[in-house]
């Protein structure tokens, strides 16, 4: 992506990964116009970007990417010439307990977007660029070694790695089939300001700040591959502009660890920031059922894109995990907006 000026669709930058997205490339990029695309679903959230709402540069769009005629005209009246691809349904249990969704947001969803995206650039496709953010979760499971590269074949088990590998596969295929530039990176497991507490690391400061049960499922020796948000938003910048048309990036944290030990980190920097006595919040770890399906291992092999594009995780998880308690001790009212009450029925009907 060379030129300076440009049209960027984000889609779902009202979420956790997307609003970071969206804030870098509005301050970075003045000469950028960003249209934010998204449906405000339980997870898209407006304050996350209340900061950047009111620049010149930056556009809101309420719209459902199921909604084929309506992105259609989207695509028609603003002439996006390219497209950053976040807006899914995001969540592993959400998808055990509720598939249908997932295929229609994530599959479904990402074609009706290059649907469009084709009927406007079939004309001329320089300097178009389909961009679709992925997760590592399509690869499936490792075992107690070896890491994921880009040629790992594809092995989803949850409903929620299905529907991305699927839409993995629909960007890729409608690359070799009607040429549509694209790029996909897969990335391991977010954590920063602004994730929903639903996904471990939020769900479980929450409970602690509440003094609620952490259920912990299975044993807790499921090992993920941590990366902070903004180092994820900066790879992403730099795939956008830099990565190479019809390929795959990986990105990860280099940075394991299994559940359990990075649930007791958590519980020691909690009781230390909320002065609570040492091993209060351990108190509060449940063992409970396992996730069915549940996958053992994630590790990123983040080689090719240091290699290609010279990008490296830049957060120490000690540093980020830091910041990350110090944001949700600090906005409690964020958390109380997006707990409604309809996501705890959900909640303590699955899992408590
Ligand atoms: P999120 O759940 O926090 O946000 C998703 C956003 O998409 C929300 O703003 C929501 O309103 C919007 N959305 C959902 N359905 C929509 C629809 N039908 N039409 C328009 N908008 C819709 O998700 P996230 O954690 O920020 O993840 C963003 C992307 O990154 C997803 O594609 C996810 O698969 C991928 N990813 C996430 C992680 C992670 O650890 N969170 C890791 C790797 C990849
Ligand atoms: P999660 O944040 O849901 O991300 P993902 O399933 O996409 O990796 O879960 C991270 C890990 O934490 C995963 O192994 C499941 C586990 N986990 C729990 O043990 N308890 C919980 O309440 C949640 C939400 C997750």
Not at 265 to 279: T, V, Y
Not at 329 to 352: C, D, F, H, T
Request: aromatic letters at 12%; a negative charge; hydrophobic letters at 35%.
């Amino acid at each position: 992506m060379n030129s300076s000026k440009r049209n960027i669709l984000i889609t779902g930058g009202a979420g956790f990964i997307g609003s970071h997205v969206i804030r870098l490339f509005v301050n970075k990029y003045p000469d950028y116009q960003i249209f934010n695309l998204d449906a405000l679903t339980y997870a898209g959230n407006l304050e996350n970007i209340k900061d950047i709402e009111d620049a010149s540069n930056y556009h809101f769009l309420k719209a459902d990417i199921t909604d084929a005629d309506k992105i259609k005209t989207l695509f028609q009246k603003y002439k996006f010439d390219s497209v950053i691809h976040l807006a899914a349904e995001s969540h592993v249990d959400r998808s055990i307990s509720n598939p249908k969704i997932f295929v229609e947001t994530n599959v479904t969803g990402t074609l009706n977007l290059m649907e469009a995206a084709l009927e406007i650039w079939k004309e001329n496709l320089e300097d178009k660029l389909f961009y679709h953010i992925s997760t590592d979760e399509v690869y499936g499971t490792l075992g107690e070694t070896g890491l994921f590269t880009e040629t790992t074949s594809y092995a989803p088990n949850s409903p929620y790695s299905a529907s991305k590998a699927a839409s993995d596969h629909f960007v890729r295929a409608y690359g070799e089939t009607y040429n549509l530039p694209y790029v996909i990176s897969n990335c391991s497991n977010n954590y920063g300001p602004n994730q929903f507490p639903e996904k471990l690391i939020p769900l479980f400061i929450n409970n602690i700040i509440e003094n609620k049960s952490l259920p912990v499922y299975g044993d807790g020796k499921y090992t993920r591959d941590w990366l902070y948000v903004l180092d994820h938003a900066r790879a992403i910048d730099l795939v956008f502009h830099k990565g190479k048309n019809k390929s795959t990036y990986n990105i990860g944290g280099f940075n394991e660890w299994q559940n359990i030990d990075l649930i007791r980190l958590l519980c020691s920097i909690m009781d230390k920031k909320l002065n609570r006595n040492e091993g209060a919040s351990e108190a509060l770890i449940t063992f409970i059922k396992d996730r069915p399906g549940h996958d053992k291992r994630y590790a990123i092999d983040a080689s090719k894109i240091n290699k290609e594009l010279g990008w490296d995780p830049s957060v120490t998880f000690e540093e980020g995990l830091l910041k990350t308690v110090e944001w949700y001790l600090k906005n409690p009212k964020w958390i109380a907006a997006v707990i409604s009450g309809s996501y705890k029925e959900y909640y303590k009907k699955q899992y408590l």
